[in-house]
């Protein structure tokens, strides 16, 4: 399986973007989560749907603002980005696993395979 993180950029505070992540290869009950790292910082959990079931979760800091969802007949995972606060800046990646169990979705430890990453800026 092979990821591919695309959508990011600069924006103002309030504004919104898109991210989308495209998946090869053998997908079908996979998790899916988008993680991002600010620079300095240590990489940290977004949001996620979980296998087959989607389920989904969210971080704190972006519940509310961000949805998550799947496409499966394009293996796509997107997120969307209202109301971008400057703090939202980072690179934003997508992660997959097919072993995820449900204590441990919000690990980046849990997810074996990673997209390349999308920048997002947030300007105040």
């Known amino acids: 399986v092979q990821l591919q993180a695309s959508g990011g950029g600069l924006v103002q505070a309030g504004g919104s973007l898109r991210l989308s992540c495209v998946a090869s290869?053998?997908?079908?009950?996979?998790?899916v989560a988008w993680f991002r790292q600010a620079p300095g910082k240590e990489r940290e959990f977004v949001a996620d749907?979980?296998?087959?079931?989607?389920?989904?979760f969210y971080a704190d800091s972006v519940k509310g603002r961000f949805t998550i969802s799947r496409d499966r007949s394009k293996k796509t995972v997107d997120l969307q980005m209202n109301s971008l606060k400057p703090e939202d800046t980072a690179i934003y990646y997508c992660?997959?696993?097919?072993?995820?169990?449900?204590?441990?979705?919000?690990?980046?430890?849990?997810?074996?395979?990673w997209g390349q990453g999308t920048q997002v800026t947030v300007s105040s």
């Open positions: 992660a997959t696993s097919e072993s995820v169990i449900w204590s441990s979705r919000t690990s980046p430890n849990a997810y074996a395979r």
């Open positions: 290869g053998r997908t079908s009950g996979f998790s």
């Open positions: 749907i979980f296998r087959s079931g989607g389920n989904t």
